[in-house]
Each structure stands twice: as C-alpha cells, then as structure tokens.
C-alpha cells in the first residue's frame, strides 16, 4: 500500500512570496490533516479534514495560511504571504474511518524562508 | 490549555542499558501516542494507547498510560543503536472536541552509544 505523498520535499522562498505545498493520502482514508513542524519542536495541528469538509482549523493563522480539499482526496496548503516563523517542515497526515486513531505521515516539505 | 510535558529531551544512553522516557499531559484524554523520528523523516507511529492501564510492546520498547495521573512512560530494554532517534508522545481524544487533535510534546532525542 502507497504512503501519503507530498511535494515538494524542500522548498526554500524569500518572506512575502507566496508557496503551496501538495498532499495525497493513503488511498481510502477519508481524514487529512496538515501538521506544522517547527526545528526542535513536536508537531502542531493546522487543520483538519473529513472528506471535503474542514473539522478543525482553529489553529491555522488564516490571515496568511489557506488549505483545500476539493475532490476530498488530494489537499494543497498555501501561505501567502510567507514569513521567516513559517519556516518549518510542513507534515499531511491521513487517517482511515475504520481506524481513526491511527495517523500516517507523509515524508514533509522542508520550507526555508530567508 | 492542553499541555505535554516530555522528559528527558535529550538522553544519551549506552549500549545494553535500560531507561524510561516520560510523558506528562495536563488534561483528561482517553487516547496516548507514541512515535519515532528519525533525522529528516517524518513520524513513524509506535504505539496507541486507549485505557487505563494498557501495556504495549515491540522488542525492545514497552509503552504504558495511567490516565488517573495522566502519565504514560516509554521503557527502553537494553538499548542498541537502531533505536537512536526522537521519540514524541502525543495525546488526543476529548480535547478540543476533534478526534484529530493531537498534542505533541517536544520530543526526547535519544543517542546511543556503543
């Protein structure tokens, strides 16, 4: 079975430009969920989706960050525009209905920010 | 607030020597995580954790919750190399009202040594 996908694995932009980042979870898992993780740090939660539908983004700096689910399988998450705290590895993470304890990440952006 | 308290965050170990990482979290949850990262990967889950009491364990790691103290600890059994890496523990569950809001500590980087 394939893992969660995302591109690009290392992305390196100057503040205020703008960047999108690509998930594709495991076939079948309904659940989505984009993590932010910062050097040194565990991973925080940015948002959540069930399907197409957003269930927590109460911790994702709306001003800036934006994510979608469209057809409820792919996701892309952009910030626009980018500040140097943005830089981080950004992780997707994809849970099945039959089992939504288990997460599985995906191998993360590296987003640089200079 | 929700808060997970890892400790130690750093533990250099030797080889054949047995220790304990320790997770602390600060409100009732019903759902304890374990899992492993290694340098630029992303998080491979270890364990699951979901009462009172449960005991879990792969070779030389044995987790283990008392969601009455709100602690749940990782015991390593005669360390070897392979198991160098950052060990997060996550708690989710009743919190926040989405079962997908994980809280990660920061992690305890494990080296060990020959």
């Known amino acids: 079975e394939a893992g969660v996908a995302q591109s690009p694995r290392y992305k390196i932009i100057e503040k205020r430009q703008s960047v999108a980042f690509w998930c594709n979870p495991i076939s079948g898992h309904a659940t989505l969920y984009w993590y932010q993780q910062i050097l040194g740090q565990g991973p925080k939660l940015l948002i959540q989706?069930?399907?197409?539908?957003?269930?927590?983004d109460s911790q994702l700096p709306k001003d800036r960050f934006s994510a979608e689910r469209l057809k409820g399988v792919d996701s892309t998450l952009k910030i626009q525009p980018a500040k140097l705290e943005d830089s981080a590895v950004y992780l997707c993470a994809s849970s099945h209905p039959g089992q939504p304890f288990e997460q599985y990440f995906g191998p993360g952006t590296r987003l640089t920010v200079t | 607030e929700l808060k997970v308290e890892q400790n130690p965050l750093f533990l250099s170990m030797q080889e054949g020597k047995n220790y304990t990482i320790y997770c602390n979290y600060s409100?009732?949850?019903?759902?304890l995580y374990w899992y492993r990262q290694d340098p630029g990967k992303s998080l491979e889950s270890l364990f699951v954790?979901?009462?009172?009491?449960a005991v879990k364990q792969e070779g030389r790691l044995m987790a283990s919750l008392d969601t009455k103290a709100r602690l749940s600890t990782l015991h390593i059994t005669a360390a070897v190399h392979d198991l160098s890496a950052t060990y997060f523990c996550a708690v989710g569950g009743m919190y926040g009202g989405s079962q997908g809001n994980l809280i990660f500590g920061k992690g305890t980087k494990l080296s060990v040594k020959p």
């Open positions: 409100t009732t949850s019903d759902r």
């Open positions: 954790l979901l009462s009172n009491g």
């Open positions: 989706f069930q399907n197409n539908g957003v269930v927590d």
